[in-house]
């Protein structure tokens, strides 16, 4: 779970970066509206989504009419259907016209993740598994795109690169074997989780006794995946990853792994259909 204080960070960075390079030096086109207008809008969903990003698209209102009133007419990863209204708008004109484009880009590119998160998280639902999400994220948006995660249904892998360990093949040659890789990292960073890659059962035997907290099984069989389960029972936790999809995740959540990474959380969703409307 993504620390508040961590998460109203990348929340204020993510509007400041947005603005910023939308607005530049002034919104000439809202210019064209009487200064102190006040206008009513809604913001409406043109297809079924799960809607993620209601802090950060406040947050680019409020930043632009601080006195701006928001009225939700949905709470944070409700599911909505076609033509829902999301949200009712009452403020400046200007600001409600400067604001549109950015923080439904939020909304947008959030609900997309959380969209699919839970579509996937249903297709595993009673197996026990978590799913997770990888690195794979569009840069700059690491923090919001693994909140909109959560918001979904599924669960965080480390946040980055400094949180916890992730022993690949390149470090493994590197260090010069599995348990040299393994015991090079706890010395390195005690307390912090280390996770080995393997591609083989040969691999899995050496990061089980090299004692690994998480165990990658990197393209495994079906086969494969359920005697590393057999083996690793009690030991440790197992990760399946690599070419997983919707035809693929019930199985493989089926023979018992404990997690399973998909790299599509985040890097391939379609944005959610939003559009604003003046009353």
């Not at 993504?2 to 030096?25: K, P, T, W």
Request: some cysteine; glycine content about 6%; hydrophobic content about 45%.
């Amino acid at each position: 779970m993504i620390d508040s204080d961590v998460l109203a960070e990348a929340i204020r960075l993510n509007v400041d970066a947005a603005l910023a390079e939308d607005i530049g030096d002034g919104d000439i086109t809202a210019q064209l509206i009487p200064e102190h207008r006040i206008s009513t809008a809604r913001i409406i969903s043109r297809e079924p989504a799960v809607i993620c990003g209601m802090a950060w698209a406040e947050a680019v209102f409020r930043r632009l009419d601080p006195n701006v009133r928001i009225q939700w007419q949905i709470n944070e990863g409700d599911r909505v259907v076609e033509n829902q209204c999301i949200v009712i708008l009452e403020g400046n004109s200007r600001a409600l016209l400067t604001a549109e484009r950015t923080a439904m880009n939020f909304i947008q590119t959030l609900s997309s993740t959380s969209t699919v998160c839970r579509a996937l998280s249903d297709l595993v639902e009673g197996t026990g598994v978590k799913l997770l999400d990888t690195r794979k994220t569009l840069p700059g948006l690491r923090i919001a795109l693994k909140y909109a995660v959560t918001v979904g249904g599924c669960f965080n892998h480390r946040i980055g690169l400094y949180d916890a360990f992730l022993i690949k093949e390149n470090h493994i040659n590197a260090c010069g074997s599995i348990e040299a890789s393994v015991a090079a990292a706890r010395s390195l960073a005690p307390g912090k989780p280390v996770e080995v890659e393997v591609e083989t059962l040969d691999e899995l035997d050496q990061a089980l006794a090299a004692r690994a907290d998480v165990i990658m099984l990197d393209n495994f069989s079906l086969d494969d995946m359920r005697t590393a389960v057999g083996r690793s029972r009690g030991i440790t936790k197992l990760e399946a990853s690599g070419g997983i999809n919707e035809r693929t995740l019930r199985p493989i959540a089926e023979t018992g792994v404990d997690y399973i990474s998909i790299g599509a959380l985040t890097k391939d969703c379609k944005a959610v259909d939003l559009s604003m409307r003046f009353d």
